[in-house]
T-cell receptor, first 110, second 116 residues
Framework: GENVEQHPSTLSVQEGDSAVIKCTYS??????FPWYKQELGKRPQLIID?????GEKKDQRIAVTLNKTAKHFSLHITETQPEDSAVYFC?????????FGSGTKLNVKP | GAVVSQHPSWVICKSGTSVKIECRSL??????MFWYRQFPKQSLMLMAT?????????EQGVEKDKFLINHASLTLSTLTVTSAHPEDSSFYIC????????????FGPGTRLTVT
């Protein structure tokens, strides 16, 4: 299956700063890249996604960029708030299956 | 819309017994459902893909005889952990794909399995 790598594993930022999480994938056939936020013991919540025919997508404070040539995509959160603190997962979808990155624990300090 | 439920939310069983977890799409028809397991502080690992009316396809390294998956209808898939052992203790999450949505998956709330 697809191999997705995610960095960093932990990220600590000051409230109001930006946070960037990066992922790479291995299979060029992957065509959909969602990002999820997961709080402890809860289900993953989709926060933004991007399809392979798009290079960038933005939704308020959250944006995702995709570089198909380099096979990497990134999540950008601006003006971080304490409630953004959670674990974030990227995923790559190939043949409708999702393969997840290892997760990034984001801590936003007030 | 697009709500997926799981039952039970948590279960404790003894070694050697079997436990069944249900995954239901409540307001849409799910032609495909997926089962993941997640260890503490780790990622979601895809276990198998379940298509309504056909056999599930398992990811490499997942024992199909141990994790029995049945997708009997467009709204229900079940995962049965057979002859459970303590190392099977994990958080099991299902997701479902709406036949009208080519990309997104909707996740259930997860089932915490503890095998003693």
């Amino acid at each position: 299956g697809e191999n997705v790598e995610q960095h960093p594993s932990t990220l600590s930022v000051q409230e109001g700063d930006s946070a960037v999480i990066k992922c790479t994938y291995s299979d060029s056939a992957s065509n959909y890249f969602p990002w999820y936020k997961q709080e402890l013991g809860k289900r993953p919540q989709l926060i933004i996604d991007i399809r392979s025919n798009v290079g960038e997508k933005k939704d308020q404070r959250i944006a995702v960029t995709l570089n198909k040539t380099a096979k990497h995509f990134s999540l950008h959160i601006t003006e971080t708030q304490p409630e953004d603190s959670a674990v974030y997962f990227c995923a790559a979808s190939i043949f409708n299956k999702f393969y997840f990155g290892s997760g990034t624990k984001l801590n936003v300090k007030p | 819309g697009a709500v997926v439920s799981q039952h039970p939310s948590w279960v404790i069983c003894k070694s050697g017994t079997s436990v069944k977890i249900e995954c239901r799409s409540l307001d849409f028809q799910a032609t495909t459902m997926f089962w993941y397991r997640q260890f503490p502080k780790q990622s979601l690992m895809l276990m198998a893909t379940s298509n309504e009316g056909s056999k599930a396809t398992y990811e490499q390294g997942v024992e199909k005889d141990k994790f029995l998956i049945n997708h009997a209808s467009l709204t229900l898939s079940t995962l049965t952990v057979t002859s459970a052992h303590p190392e099977d203790s994990s958080f099991y999450i299902c997701s479902a794909r709406d036949r009208g949505s080519p990309y997104e998956q909707y996740f259930g709330p997860g089932t915490r399995l503890t095998v003693t």
